[in-house]
Structure formats: structure tokens, C-alpha cells
């Protein structure tokens, strides 16, 4: 079955970095765009970066553009998020997602939002 697991969150200070992964498990890695998604709380869950099957084609929420840089090892089956430059507003539960019949997208990459099959567990990053 597919498992995703997210890792890498923590506490850190306005300007800091963080590193986070998510190992994935269970199916193709390869073949799948993948992305992360925010959740801050009493907000509703956001779209932060999307990156094609092949890692080529990225894309990114204007709120984290040059700050956040989106990676993945296919080899490892594992996605990365680089946080740099950290602010106060990007607080929030971080969650890794597999994307549905998507490899790489054709539109405005926003618009694949609800092919979303599997959702992470979620880790925290708090940036105070």
C-alpha cells in the first residue's frame, strides 16, 4: 500500500533552514508528480510546490518562490522541500502528496490540486 512519511521539521529561528523529506513507498515513485502542501492552523491547506516525475519541471507558490527549492531522488524514492530565509508566516504542518495520473502538468500546475490521492502524515515546522 502506499505509505508516505514526511521528516525533517522542527523549531528554528526567522532566517533559518530546514531540510524536509518524505520517503515513499508502495508504488512507482518514478513515475509521479509529486508535491507539498501547508497547512497552517485555521487556515486552510495550501499548495506549496509541485515537481514533474522526471524532476525537470518545477513549480512554486509565489509566497515561497526563491526561498523553497523542491528536489527528488528517484533512485531513493524520496521528495525534498529546501526551506531557506524562513519568515514567522511560514509556520505551518507540511505535507508530502502523490499526485494521480500525473506526471508532469500541461496547465496552470495550481489546477491539479484535486488529483491529490495520498496525503503524508504531516511534519511540523514552527518558526519563531
Known amino acids: 500500500h502506499v505509505q508516505l512519511v514526511e521528516s525533517g521539521g522542527g523549531l528554528v529561528h526567522p532566517g533559518g533552514s530546514l531540510r524536509l523529506s518524505c520517503a515513499a513507498s508502495g508504488f512507482t515513485f518514478s513515475n509521479y508528480a509529486m508535491g507539498w502542501f501547508r497547512q497552517a492552523p485555521g487556515k486552510e491547506r495550501e499548495g506549496v510546490s509541485l515537481?514533474?516525475?522526471?524532476?525537470?519541471?518545477?513549480y512554486y507558490a509565489d509566497s515561497v518562490k526563491g526561498r523553497f527549492t523542491i528536489s527528488r531522488d528517484n533512485a531513493k524514492n524520496t521528495l525534498y522541500l529546501q526551506l531557506n530565509s524562513l519568515k514567522t508566516e511560514d509556520t505551518a504542518m507540511y505535507y508530502c502528496a502523490k499526485f494521480r495520473d500525473l506526471q508532469e502538468p500541461t496547465g496552470p500546475w495550481m489546477s491539479y490540486f484535486d488529483r491529490v490521492d495520498y496525503w503524508g502524515q504531516g511534519t511540523q515546522v514552527t518558526v519563531s
Open positions: 515537481i514533474s516525475w522526471s524532476g525537470g519541471s518545477t
